[in-house]
């Protein structure tokens, strides 16, 4: 037998399932339970922003996200092929599971242009599943 849930509420849901077994008189129940979560990512800031920098220097940003769900989670830094070609991001997806935080640095040159005129558009999450 396999059994699937898809919750549509981030809560925790139990049922039951009832077996009639063939010249058995008493009925065998199986308690099931199944926990419904939305993904969610939350990111330590808003807005990257480097200033002017030394020649030679690389300054590092970093940003820190956290799944703060109950559930694995994929997340996909979204716009980052339109940043200055100055700028790099180290890593661009990731699976952090529940409720670690995973860090990521984005580096890149200094020099006259800020990052925040070359935002990233978001970042998306989903299910790993």
């Given at each position: 037998m396999q059994v699937f849930a898809f919750p549509e509420e981030a809560?925790?849901?139990?049922?039951?399932?009832?077996?009639?077994?063939?010249?058995?008189?008493?009925?065998?129940?199986?308690?099931?339970?199944?926990?419904?979560?939305?993904?969610?990512?939350?990111?330590?800031?808003?807005?990257?922003?480097?200033?002017?920098?030394?020649?030679?220097?690389?300054?590092?940003?970093?940003?820190?996200?956290?799944?703060?769900?109950?559930?694995?989670?994929?997340?996909r830094l979204v716009g980052v092929d339109k940043l200055p070609e100055e700028f790099f991001v180290t890593k661009t997806t990731g699976l952090p599971k529940p409720p670690a935080p995973k860090k990521e640095t984005r580096t890149g040159a200094g020099g006259t242009k800020k990052v925040e005129e070359n935002k990233l558009e978001r970042v998306n999450s989903m299910t790993s599943e």
């Open positions: 809560k925790l849901y139990k049922d039951e399932i009832i077996c009639l077994i063939k010249d058995n008189p008493n009925p065998t129940i199986l308690q099931i339970q199944c926990l419904g979560a939305q993904p969610i990512v939350k990111v330590d800031q808003e807005t990257v922003k480097f200033e002017r920098a030394l020649i030679g220097k690389q300054p590092k940003r970093e940003l820190v996200l956290t799944n703060s769900c109950a559930i694995p989670v994929n997340w």
